[in-house]
C-alpha cells in the first residue's frame, strides 16, 4: 500500500485547511484510514481515523473543529481542519491499517502562525 498525502501548508490561527491523502496498491484489505501528526519535540498521536463501515475517532484536541471523510470510490481520506490553532502546527501523516499491517504516508507539514 502507498500512500500519497498532500494539502499542508503555513495557516493562519483560525483558518482552515483540508488534506488529502490516496491510497494506491494492494488497498482491497484496508479496513480503516486515519491521520496522526507529530509536534515539534513531541510524540506522534492520533489526530482521526475512519474505518471502512463508517466508524470515526477524533482526538479529545481536534473534536468539534476537526472532520476526517473518506471517498471509497477514490480510496482517498481527507482532514478538514477548521478553527486551526498554534498547537496544530506539526507534520501530519496518513495512515492505512490492514489487519495487524499498518502503512503510512510521507508526511505533510501545517504551520499556524500569525
Known amino acids: 500500500v502507498q500512500l500519497q498525502a498532500s494539502g499542508g501548508g503555513l495557516v493562519q490561527p483560525g483558518g482552515s485547511l483540508r488534506l488529502s491523502c490516496a491510497a494506491s496498491?494492494?488497498?482491497?484489505?484496508?479496513?480503516?484510514l486515519g491521520w496522526y501528526r507529530r509536534a515539534p519535540g513531541k510524540q506522534r498521536e492520533l489526530v482521526a481515523t475512519?474505518?471502512?463501515?463508517?466508524?470515526?475517532n477524533y482526538a479529545d484536541s481536534v473534536k468539534g473543529r476537526f472532520t476526517i471523510s473518506r471517498d471509497g470510490a477514490e480510496n482517498t481520506v481527507y482532514l478538514q481542519m477548521n478553527s486551526l490553532k498554534p498547537e496544530d502546527t506539526a507534520i501530519y501523516y496518513c495512515?492505512?491499517?490492514?489487519?495487524?499491517?499498518?502503512?503510512w504516508g510521507q508526511g505533510t507539514e501545517v504551520t499556524v502562525s500569525s
Open positions: 495512515n492505512a491499517q490492514d489487519g495487524p499491517l499498518l502503512f
Open positions: 496498491g494492494s488497498i482491497s484489505g484496508i479496513n480503516a
Open positions: 475512519a474505518t471502512s463501515g463508517g466508524t470515526t
